[in-house]
């Protein structure tokens, strides 16, 4: 059975992350989902050299994470006639919170952090720290995806690999799949015959979609090859050239969150 975690930490992100849990229960065969809105206790954005510490500070900042944590149950509940369970909120460190439930989890679903400090700080955790299979959802959902699947690939990607074991069950239910080969790109590779391999076995025989970048950023070409050849998720791996590399020159992974646009799971 597939675990999901889905974490809901804002109202504007929440109806995508319960979209794609519904399409994930649909389309992924037995599917466990815990739906989970980690509630914090302190204001993580207090500085204590340049304000003072006041009850009333506390009781506002409290006051603001039970409103949201109220409207984001309210808004799961609007889904349960999809499946999907009550949302679980758990206070404490969000960081902590978030560790132990993704030690239970196959595959964790967290919307793009376009610009949204918490969830950044959250891919970090997961991707980073806890080498956890991530699904991000971009701000507008596709009322379904994983029809068709496209795979980026480089050499020893094995972050790609091990990210693709995490969707096994939704290859084997899409009904195509598309190996993505940068011909020109510095970390061009050969076909991975034994993915190939595997995915015939399971009758789901994938195609090879060879580009030139052209003069694209990796991930620009990544996202445009994808749409290209039809595909409504793509899977590729996460920081693979080192994080500081990626924030430094801006790597592919960097340039996918930024433009990102289809659902994309990833994987260090």
Same mark, same amino acid.
């Given at each position: #059975?597939?675990?999901?975690?889905?974490? +809901?930490? *804002?109202?504007? $992100?929440?109806? @995508?992350?319960?979209?794609?849990?519904?399409?994930?229960?649909? @389309?992924?065969?037995?599917?466990?989902?815990? +739906? +989970?809105?980690?509630?914090? @206790?302190?204001?993580?954005?207090? #500085?204590? $050299? *340049? *304000?003072?510490?006041t009850a009333r500070t506390d009781a506002r900042f409290a006051a603001a994470q039970q409103a949201l944590a109220v409207e984001l149950a309210q808004r799961a509940d609007a889904w349960r006639q999809s499946g999907l369970p009550s949302l679980e909120i758990r206070a404490g460190a969000p960081e902590q919170i978030v560790t132990a439930a993704a030690r239970e989890a196959d595959l964790i679903l967290l919307a793009a952090p376009q610009g949204d400090a918490d969830a950044r700080a959250l891919l970090d955790l997961l991707l980073l720290r806890l080498a956890k299979p991530v699904l991000l959802l971009p701000r507008q959902m596709p009322h379904s995806f994983a029809q068709s699947i496209a795979i980026a690939w480089s050499d020893a990607d094995n972050a790609a690999a091990r990210a693709i074991g995490a969707v096994q069950a939704l290859l084997r239910a899409c009904q195509r799949a598309t190996i993505l080969l940068g011909t020109d790109s510095p970390h061009a590779a050969p076909p991975p015959q034994a993915l190939l391999d595997s995915l015939e076995a399971a009758g789901r025989p994938a195609r090879l979609h060879e580009f030139a970048l052209a003069g694209r950023h990796v991930g620009t070409a990544l996202l445009a090859e994808a749409h290209a050849v039809g595909a409504d998720f793509l899977v590729m791996g996460a920081f693979t050239h080192g994080r500081l590399r990626e924030i430094l020159f801006g790597g592919a992974t960097a340039e996918v969150l930024r433009q990102l646009d289809l659902p994309v799971l990833m994987q260090h």
């Open positions: #059975m597939l675990r999901v975690l889905a974490l +809901l930490t *804002e109202t504007a $992100t929440a109806d @995508q992350i319960l979209s794609a849990s519904a399409c994930l229960l649909a @389309q992924a065969g037995p599917t466990a989902i815990t +739906l +989970l809105h980690p509630l914090a @206790q302190s204001d993580p954005d207090f #500085m204590p $050299t *340049e *304000e003072v510490h």
